[in-house]
């Protein structure tokens, strides 16, 4: 996570370990002032045999969105490696929104790990999946500035020099406006 100190004043961190990985993941919590804003990462356990463990992993971040103060705006962005179908069985908070969806589900940033189109693995059969995700909890308390996702498109489409993709998923770029 990159914070461009012009903008944010870094106020703290913290790193919340996930009790039951086998891949050594965990959350990422770090707190921002000016814009009163938490930002959160991650990346879940991967592959389809690990979906109990990316499961918990959703549980702790939906946990953190619940328990944030009601003035503060919480975005977590990352390789979330989830089915569409662990989600529901997880359930977000009434006051979260996934950006995907709140934008329309535009199909052109559906899938952000595409083997038809991304051939940095070397995969035999092509598979796409909306892996990366992105989730945006608006302060909630009034009076106070809120959020709303504006744009979302997919970046590092295009190939470098040396003939492959910056990454074998591809980026997710999010703006947002102040209501």
Request: net charge positive; with cysteine; hydrophobic share 35%.
């Amino acid at each position: 996570m990159l914070l461009k100190k012009s903008r944010v004043t870094f106020v703290e961190s913290e790193i919340v370990p996930y009790r039951t990985t086998q891949m050594m993941r965990n959350l990422l919590v770090v707190i921002v002032d000016g814009q009163k804003l938490c930002l959160m990462t991650s990346h879940f356990e991967s592959f389809k045999a690990c979906s109990k463990e990316r499961m918990n992993q959703l549980h702790v971040v939906k946990w953190t969105f619940k328990h944030a103060p009601d003035d503060v705006t919480v975005v977590f962005g990352g390789d979330t490696n989830l089915r569409d179908a662990e989600v529901p069985k997880v359930g977000l908070p009434a006051t979260v929104c996934d950006v995907w969806e709140r934008l329309g589900k535009q199909e052109h940033c559906r899938y952000t790990w595409d083997t038809t189109t991304n051939t940095n693995q070397n995969i035999s059969t092509p598979a796409r999946f909306r892996f990366d995700r992105i989730y945006l909890r608006p302060a909630i308390k009034r009076g106070v500035p809120r959020l709303a996702p504006d744009h979302m498109a997919l970046v590092g489409l295009e190939k470098l020099d040396c003939g492959r993709y910056t990454s074998d998923h591809w980026g997710i770029y999010c703006t947002f406006t102040a209501e």
